[in-house]
């Protein structure tokens, strides 16, 4: 399964230091999961994640303190009422989706990632939206020219249909260019406290036994943008090594690894260290802190702990697809009518600002 990404993706006034802030929501509709939701939608700012909403529970919930403070009960009402119609869509889509594709069984997902950057030091903006099915590309805009694209025959059909509607695509275009700016400059004005915060790396390295690869674990830190690099005798070194995806904690922090392979004489023979550098902060770890029988669990479950968040769930339920690239997912429909309803919204304590375009339950196949 090919990997597609998001991943990820604020504010005028400076809230953060000069680097690209980012907004997106990722939605996924699976079949076939007995034990896990058919629809579920995950907003994320600057990669922390800060809604949610399943088909479970069906209501959309904060995912951070600072959002459940900074709005009212009608901004929770109108998100739910929107993943509630977007959630009908998305399931239904699966099935036209597997017509398309000549499936009948098994597990297949179907998702969809929009959302929009902005960097507040030079005040370029940029936006994206992907569709995808069962882990693969599916649909993609193209802002620049203004018109969809398809890498699969299944969705040529759509994307002819899409091309030839100018009000959805200048519609699509809005949204991306100036609402999801405005929206994702005031949820970091909402959590700054928060999201400004920086926090260093713990660094680990770990091993299953002396003649397993070394992982170098670097856990806790934020922002998430983050460099591991392992050096022997003070140079370099970049054979067989195997860097890591970058995850995140349920505290909102970040994780990520990389491993490296060599034989326990060419360890005990050369200096090896890890460098993990940081917000202008490096921190170096060349001490294996666990070197356990081969038969004992790896000491990694810190690592897949993790996956006990919503955001992770989904994106596993995925195929792991959203952190790859900048893009995302959307839905599949039999509605032919190319009608569409709102994307999420935004709403200030008191009332209600739309955050959306037009196009959160448009449909893709018809």
Same mark, same amino acid.
């Given at each position: 399964? %090919?990997?597609?990404?998001?991943?990820?993706?604020?504010? !005028?006034?400076?809230?953060?230091?000069?680097? =690209?802030?980012?907004?997106?929501?990722?939605?996924?509709?699976?079949? +076939?999961?007995?034990?896990?939701?058919?629809?579920?939608?995950?907003?994320?700012?600057?990669?922390?994640?800060?809604?949610?909403?399943?088909?479970?529970?069906?209501?959309?919930?904060?995912?951070?303190?600072?959002?459940?403070?900074?709005?009212?009960?009608?901004?929770?009402?109108?998100?739910?009422?929107? /993943?509630?119609?977007?959630?009908?869509?998305?399931?239904?889509?699966?099935?036209?989706?597997?017509?398309?594709?000549?499936?009948?069984?098994?597990?297949?997902?179907?998702?969809?990632?929009?959302?929009?950057?902005?960097?507040?030091?030079?005040?370029? #903006?940029?936006?994206?939206?992907?569709?995808?099915?069962?882990?693969?590309?599916?649909? $993609?805009?193209?802002?620049?020219?203004? %018109?969809?694209?398809?890498?699969?025959?299944?969705?040529?059909? #759509?994307?002819?249909?899409?091309?030839?509607? %100018?009000? !959805?695509?200048?519609?699509?275009?809005?949204?991306?260019? #100036?609402?999801?700016?405005?929206?994702?400059?005031?949820?970091?004005?909402?959590?700054?406290?928060?999201?400004?915060?920086?926090? /260093?790396?713990?660094?680990?390295?770990?091993?299953?036994?002396?003649?397993?690869?070394?992982?170098? !674990?670097?856990?806790?830190?934020?922002?998430? +943008?983050?460099? $591991? #690099?392992?050096?022997?005798?003070?140079?370099? !070194?970049?054979?067989?090594?195997?860097?890591?995806?970058?995850?995140?904690?349920?505290?909102?922090?970040?994780?990520?690894?990389?491993?490296?392979?060599?034989?326990?004489?060419?360890?005990?023979?050369?200096?090896?260290?890890?460098?993990?550098?940081?917000?202008?902060?490096?921190?170096?770890?060349?001490?294996? %802190?666990?070197?356990?029988?081969?038969?004992?669990?790896?000491?990694?479950? $810190?690592?897949?702990?993790?996956?006990?968040?919503?955001?992770?769930?989904?994106?596993?339920?995925?195929?792991?697809?959203?952190?790859? =690239?900048?893009? +995302?997912?959307?839905?599949?429909?039999?509605?032919?009518?190319?009608?569409?309803?709102?994307?999420?919204?935004?709403?200030?304590?008191?009332?209600?600002?739309?955050?959306?375009?037009?196009?959160?339950?448009?449909?893709?196949?018809?």
């Amino acid at each position: 399964m %090919r990997p597609v990404l998001l991943f990820l993706f604020g504010a !005028h006034l400076a809230l953060l230091a000069a680097e =690209k802030h980012s907004l997106q929501y990722l939605y996924t509709a699976t079949s +076939g999961l007995s034990n896990f939701p058919q629809f579920v939608t995950v907003g994320i700012v600057n990669g922390q994640p800060f809604s949610k909403y399943d088909s479970n529970i069906r209501r959309e919930t904060p995912s951070q303190e600072w959002m459940a403070k900074s709005v009212g009960e009608e901004y929770w009402e109108q998100q739910t009422q929107i /993943s509630v119609v977007a959630e009908k869509a998305f399931i239904n889509s699966i099935n036209v989706a597997k017509e398309r594709f000549n499936q009948t069984g098994g597990v297949h997902t179907i998702q969809r990632m929009y959302g929009c950057e902005w960097d507040d030091q030079t005040g370029a #903006t940029n936006g994206f939206t992907q569709y995808g099915y069962d882990g693969e590309d599916f649909m $993609i805009l193209d802002l620049k020219e203004l %018109r969809y694209i398809s890498p699969v025959k299944q969705g040529t059909l #759509t994307v002819d249909k899409w091309n030839i509607n %100018r009000l !959805h695509l200048e519609s699509d275009k809005h949204y991306l260019g #100036t609402q999801c700016i405005d929206w994702l400059k005031k949820y970091l004005q909402y959590g700054k406290s928060s999201l400004e915060k920086k926090v /260093s790396p713990q660094v680990s390295l770990l091993q299953k036994s002396s003649s397993s690869p070394v992982t170098c !674990h670097a856990t806790g830190f934020y922002p998430s +943008g983050v460099t $591991i #690099t392992w050096m022997r005798n003070g140079q370099e !070194h970049h054979e067989d090594v195997e860097l890591g995806e970058l995850l995140p904690n349920e505290d909102g922090t970040f994780q990520k690894t990389s491993t490296i392979t060599v034989t326990p004489d060419e360890w005990k023979n050369n200096k090896f260290s890890c460098v993990v550098e940081h917000q202008g902060k490096t921190e170096i770890g060349n001490e294996i %802190r666990t070197n356990q029988d081969p038969s004992a669990p790896v000491p990694i479950g $810190i690592i897949v702990g993790v996956l006990v968040s919503v955001l992770l769930v989904v994106i596993g339920v995925a195929g792991y697809m959203v952190y790859k =690239k900048k893009n +995302g997912f959307k839905p599949v429909s039999d509605d032919d009518s190319g009608s569409s309803s709102s994307l999420h919204n935004g709403s200030d304590s008191g009332s209600v600002h739309s955050e959306s375009s037009n196009d959160s339950t448009k449909p893709i196949m018809r």
